[in-house]
């Protein structure tokens, strides 16, 4: 497995200045571009890693698969009268959608829907980024945890358009709690600091079943972790899920911070990062990485 990482991370060191860094978010623009780390975690408690992997980054939208799965702990099946599990076809800050289907988001993973998701979280919770931070510490294995405050605040100021999909939906009656409550919330999870070796530990409870290999919890019944690995599948890497599913053939959940984590059924976790991100806002080298590691290793899905 070291070897496997070794060579993915000498071939993708061309596609490393390719990319473009999520420069929308004044905070990520700062980041350097060549960065690239890649952690795989066995369910046996083996790690293998390569290059950055010790770096802690924001990992953005990889965050959403986390709330999906704290708000689903909470209410169930419930989730879904408010936002579908259907890919979108459009980018993953869109409105088009909303319109016409009246407020309630196509999959958890827009941003749409992650503030749906926020909002189940803000009714739960007192401080639902800080529910979400203590069960990644606990998932991950890492009490140091903590959101990236300079981040967060970064977001706030150029989130007009996450404003503007929160004030839409709560037209619709599908956003309960106060818009900038949620929003700010969801601007905090966002900006969650992690390293790959952190990601390939926390999301080894849907390779496990739906039990965490780092604690033991029993995070989600065994259905609901391949439901939720499903989703990853369909919708995890925003409008390319579909070319994504076929080259690579994992489950898997991007963030424009460049993180993308996934998982391999009853065998192990992966985190790969590298800020240079693809025109549909997944990370350039991660998504080739990822790509040579299922082909390197002949494991995936299929």
């Keep these: 497995?070291?070897?496997?990482?070794?060579?993915i991370h000498d071939e993708v060191r061309p596609l490393l200045t390719q990319g473009r860094v999520a420069s929308y978010i004044p905070e990520l623009a700062k980041v350097p571009l060549e960065r690239f780390g890649m952690a795989v975690s066995m369910l046996?408690?083996?790690?293998?890693?390569?290059?950055?992997?010790?770096?802690p980054f924001s990992i953005q939208s990889v965050s959403k698969l986390f709330s999906l799965t704290l708000a689903f702990q909470r209410v169930g099946d419930a989730l879904w009268q408010r936002v579908g599990r259907e890919p979108s076809g459009t980018a993953f800050n869109s409105l088009v959608q909303l319109e016409?289907?009246?407020?309630?988001?196509?999959?958890p993973f827009l941003n749409a829907g992650a503030l749906v998701v926020t909002d189940v979280l803000s009714t739960r919770f007192v401080q639902p980024e800080m529910a979400l931070v203590e069960f990644l510490r606990r998932l991950s294995g890492n009490p140091a945890l903590q959101y990236d405050e300079a981040v967060a605040r970064s977001e706030l100021a150029t989130g007009s358009r996450?404003?503007?999909?929160?004030?839409?939906?709560?037209?619709?009656?599908?956003?309960?709690?106060?818009?900038?409550a949620v929003i700010e919330a969801y601007c905090r999870h966002c900006a969650i600091r992690m390293n790959c070796v952190d990601l390939a530990r926390a999301v080894g409870f849907l390779a496990n079943g739906g039990v965490s290999p780092v604690n033991g919890e029993q995070v989600l019944d065994a259905s609901s972790a391949k439901r939720l690995s499903a989703l990853m599948l369909t919708c995890g890497t925003y409008d390319a899920a579909g070319?994504?599913?076929?080259?690579?053939?994992?489950?898997?959940?991007?963030?424009?911070?460049?993180?993308?984590?996934?998982?391999?059924?009853?065998m192990l976790g992966v985190c790969v990062w590298s800020p240079g991100l693809e025109q549909t806002g997944n990370s350039l080298a991660g998504s080739v990485a990822l790509e040579r590691f299922t082909s390197l290793t002949g494991h995936s899905l299929f």
């Design 100 to 107: 016409t289907e009246q407020g309630r988001p196509r999959n």
């Design 162 to 180: 996450n404003l503007a999909m929160a004030h839409f939906m709560r037209s619709f009656g599908n956003l309960h709690n106060p818009v900038e």
């Design 243 to 266: 070319d994504f599913a076929y080259r690579v053939g994992i489950p898997a959940k991007s963030g424009v911070g460049g993180g993308i984590v996934a998982h391999i059924p009853r």
């Design 1 to 7: 497995m070291q070897a496997v990482l070794d060579r």
């Design 44 to 55: 046996d408690g083996r790690l293998y890693t390569v290059g950055d992997a010790q770096e």
